[in-house]
């Protein structure tokens, strides 16, 4: 399990975890990364909802003082400051950071990134904005999603006529979603959705982007394949026959000239 070291361009960040959305407050001020302090106690939510705001992660569901174990100085932020304004690292207090033992660790309701979602087995070809798969046949839908916590389970959603709502738990970070003989009710639109407990919390990702699949009639498939095989041999005969024509020229030809060649003097 990584940790995540991501900077802001706003000079704010969470570290010490796997997600940029949970970890220990620092700011970048004087051209320094330290800790955010909490001598006085004042962290509370909604502090941390400003903070993130600012990262873009929702908001706060936790906001903890901890043991600043590396004694590292701090910085000591305004919380009135943080709850005003969207940048709060414009809200370091203006004198030089000096040590204290607190740190503030936050973590934010948008924790998981967003899964991903993909078809194998039984793909048609593409078609449009989806995939047509074969009536008839049986396809997998794979749901993944970038690791960063161990275990949890993914939830298939469809819109289809006969919507489905299924779960599998996650193995090494994806779940796959075998369905049986394809048929028309199965056309629509599928997402996936992660979810995970940590931090003595249940969190849910957004939904993944839509897969969309329609179906490929066995009727159409060999249609298609017939049209295909047909127009193929008409375009090798065409092509054959003019063959034939040109090498016939071409002996008549040399034929022509050998016939008009004059006979030697006797």
């Known amino acids: 399990m ?5 900077s802001d361009p706003g000079g704010v960040r969470l570290v010490g975890q796997p997600s940029r959305c949970a970890g220990t407050l ?21 502090s941390g909802s400003a903070v993130c705001q600012h990262l873009d992660c929702g908001s706060a569901v936790s906001v903890n003082r901890t043991d600043n174990s590396t004694d590292r100085p701090v910085w000591v932020v305004s919380i009135p400051c943080v709850k005003l304004i969207s940048g709060p690292r414009d809200c370091v207090g203006p004198y030089d950071p000096f040590n204290d033992s607190s740190a503030v660790d936050v973590v934010c309701s948008d924790l998981l990134p967003q899964p991903n979602i993909s078809l194998s087995d039984g793909v048609f070809g593409v078609y449009q904005q989806g995939f047509r798969v074969l009536v008839g046949s049986d396809f997998t839908i794979t749901c993944s999603v970038q ?7 993914f939830q298939l959603i469809s819109d289809t006529e006969k919507p489905l709502n299924l779960t599998l738990p996650a193995v090494n970070h994806s779940a796959h979603f075998l369905l049986s003989a394809m048929g028309y009710a199965h056309r629509g639109n599928y997402t996936c959705v992660y979810h995970v407990d940590v931090y ?10 839509a897969l969309y699949l329609t179906v490929g009639d ?3 498939n060999l249609i298609i394949r017939v049209v295909l095989v047909v127009s193929a041999l008409l375009i090798f005969d065409v092509c054959l026959f003019f063959f034939y024509q040109v090498s016939v020229k071409r002996i008549r030809t040399k034929a022509d000239r050998r016939h008009r060649r004059p006979s030697p003097p006797q």
Request: glycine share 8%; proline share 11%; aromatic share 10%.
């Open 2 to 6: 990584s940790l995540c070291l991501c």
């Open 26 to 46: 620092e700011i970048q001020h004087q051209g320094h990364w330290r800790p955010v302090g909490d001598p006085f106690k004042l962290w509370d939510l909604k």
């Open 147 to 153: 690791p960063q916590y161990p275990g949890g389970s």
């Open 200 to 209: 003595n919390r249940s969190f849910t990702s957004s939904q993944s982007p």
């Open 218 to 220: 066995l009727v159409t």
